[in-house]
């Protein structure tokens, strides 16, 4: 198993093969799950083969999937860490809106608590307003609100979602950062020099999206690999994730217990140097 934990604090040691809830929602992240059952088993599975980093927010839902995660989890295993993110409400047609303001963020901070049923927050992501594409715009008064919170012991820890390294940096001038979430993966790799600050900074750097963006080109570098390895090509993406750098750890998502499975056995799938040559050589279109 390639460097199975990660500890980023006294406190806070986490599976760097994790489980990212938002799939636990209906499509678009929207309403409730076709089948509530299933994914309670989803959840209650990853937590059985070991997992102790699930990534969630109320805005998954909105609401829906915190609430599962307290029904299927509750009360949480002394070693399970609950990763969470505010900095956006959702719209009643679905849509992702962007909501910054100190007081509302602390009002975010507050709904986690209330539905995971928690008094303290594990760690909590500021989630950014370039979320989805890259800014130098300031967080200072965003992140300064979550560090209050933190002051006042409703959060122990405190990351960043969507960010450069110049607003790490900024963050970091408030408060310790333990965990950054930026799109990266096998194929888009815009952010290799934010992976690479992260792991000199131990802080974990969490690809969201770490099975996405594929096209017929690429995987026919990435197909032969898997067969070779005997593996499928997910377990490959993730593997080669995780071997990308010391502190790099995944969150993939589903809401199949068999799909979870796969992507768990990938923890157990080391890459060999000719394998990580080729997968290197894919690039973006």
Do not use: C
């Not at 678009?28 to 990853?46: H, N, S, T």
């Not at 928690?118 to 300031?138: C, F, K, P, Q, Y």
């Amino acid at each position: 198993m390639t460097n199975s934990t990660i500890t980023l604090a006294a406190d806070l040691t986490i599976t760097r093969m994790g489980y990212g809830a938002m799939q636990l929602a209906g499509p678009g992240v929207f309403g409730p799950p076709k089948d509530r059952d299933q994914a309670i088993a989803v959840l209650r599975e990853a937590v059985a083969l070991g997992v102790t980093h699930i990534d969630t927010s109320d805005f998954y839902g909105p609401t829906v999937v915190n609430e599962i995660i307290k029904e299927a989890l509750y009360p949480y295993p002394a070693d399970l860490h609950l990763v969470t993110k505010v900095g956006a409400r959702r719209g009643d047609d679905g849509s992702w809106n962007a909501s910054l303001e100190p007081d509302d963020l602390k009002a975010q901070v507050h709904e986690n608590l209330e539905h995971l049923g928690l008094d303290t927050l594990d760690v909590v992501n500021l989630r950014t307003a370039a979320h989805d594409g890259g800014s130098e715009d300031s967080i200072a008064k965003s992140f300064t609100a979550l560090a209050e919170l933190q002051q006042e012991g409703l959060i122990k820890h405190l990351g960043l979602s969507g960010v450069t390294i110049t607003q790490i940096r900024e963050a970091q001038a408030i408060a310790p950062i333990v965990t950054v979430q930026n799109l990266y993966n096998l194929v888009r790799r815009d952010d290799d020099a934010v992976v690479d600050y992260a792991a000199e900074h131990n802080i974990a750097f969490a690809s969201f999206f770490p099975l996405g963006g594929f096209t017929p080109l690429q995987s026919e570098t990435l197909a032969p690999v898997a067969a070779r390895l005997t593996a499928t090509p997910q377990q490959v993406a993730l593997a080669w994730l995780l071997q990308r750098s010391s502190t790099s750890v995944v969150i993939p998502g589903t809401s199949s217990l068999t799909h979870l499975r796969e992507n768990l056995a990938a923890r157990d799938l080391t890459l060999p140097p000719d394998a990580i040559t080729e997968l290197d050589a894919i690039t973006t279109p």
